[in-house]
């Protein structure tokens, strides 16, 4: 039987400085984890101005999980700009503390590179789900789902907001 991965899917408009913020704070872990592109700290949630933003991802959170798990809320929150040529290798988030990560595309096109839910028992069938970017889309997964994100192709920059959700 296929793997099964359900992305939830939801729409949440970013504002335009968003992608400046996450341009200024620049490469902080020197293309040195999974994302082979610029990222920036782990600890963005905790940064004045993401406050009111990470309130809402913590609504949406619990509107999606509190039946399952309770009250749950992001522990960890970064944003990441692939430039042409960047991509993210094949991963999951694995600490036994999240129940869900996340994706927010801030600034993306449809052509731009997606984040590929690939089934690793069948490699050869199509991927177990696709999630394609654009600006707005905001996406739950489980945190245990492998993913990746093949390179970036496009010109410009393709400009997310990823983190993980644990309960509280």
Not at 5 to 17: A, M, S
Not at 69 to 92: S, T
Not at 108 to 115: I, N, R
């Amino acid at each position: 039987m296929p793997r099964r991965v359900n992305p939830q899917i939801r729409h949440l408009e970013p504002e335009n400085w968003i992608a400046d913020y996450i341009r200024d704070i620049g490469d902080k872990n020197n293309k040195g984890s999974s994302l082979k592109c610029d990222v920036s700290h782990w600890t963005m949630h905790q940064d004045e101005p993401f406050w009111e933003i990470t309130e809402q991802i913590n609504v949406m959170a619990n509107e999606l999980l509190i039946d399952r798990h309770g009250c749950v809320q992001v522990c960890e929150m970064w944003g990441a700009v692939y430039k042409r040529g960047d991509y993210a290798v094949i991963h999951m988030h694995p600490d036994p503390g999240y129940v869900q990560s996340f994706v927010w595309y801030i600034d993306a096109c449809p052509d731009c590179a997606p984040l590929i839910f690939p089934d690793p028992e069948r490699p050869w069938l199509p991927p177990a789900a696709t999630i394609t970017p654009s600006t707005g889309v905001f996406a739950f997964f489980n945190s245990t789902d492998l993913h990746y994100v093949p390179p970036q192709e496009c010109e410009h920059d393709r400009i997310i907001i990823s983190g993980n959700i644990q309960i509280t």
